[in-house]
């Protein structure tokens, strides 16, 4: 008897708990709309952690030119986010979309600059290391020069990934950047151990 209750009750439950997910659910125009919707959600997630990961490195060692580019691409962002809020989905995304070709153009500046100079650093500290006759700095030594060469391929990936596929250009810029950085670490760790 308390089965054939709880099964009863759960299954009211269940029959509540899909009518109130439909009463608030939101309802748009057409498929169409539902689509630019989730790009544009989708869009300004993503935009939210490149703006993220490079605000750091723009603001302390960018110059004035990426300063300038930043800020217009902050300033898409906003106008996209104000569009979106105001449900005009399409418009959204084609500033999303701005706002990610812009930032393309300074993750790959910043990038390149990583790169050289990681790889400047390693050869800097490369002969010091190497006098040292330490095994473990100069396997710090090799790591940092893999790294700074693996940051090198990914960046090829990243620019000869389709034109429109911004998106994904920008998280192989970041796998970049972060394997750039990594390898201008085990610089230090290879100088720091030699010394």
Known sequence: MLTSIMKKFSFTLLILLLAANTIYSQRTKSSLSAGQQVNAEKGLKDNRYFFYFIDSSITNFGNDEQKKLFKEAIQRDMLSQM?????FFSD???EIRKAQKILISLYRQLLIYDINNTVNLLKSFAPEVIKSKNFRAKHYLRLGFRDAAVAKI???MADNYREDLYSMRLYEYVRA????????RYAFYAALEAG
Do not use: D, E
Request: proline share 0%; aromatic share 16%; no cysteine.
């Open 83 to 87: 569009l979106y809020l105001k449900f």
């Open 92 to 94: 959204s995304y084609k």
């Open 154 to 156: 990914k960046m090829g």
């Open 177 to 184: 950047i972060k394997k750039a950085k990594h390898g201008k």
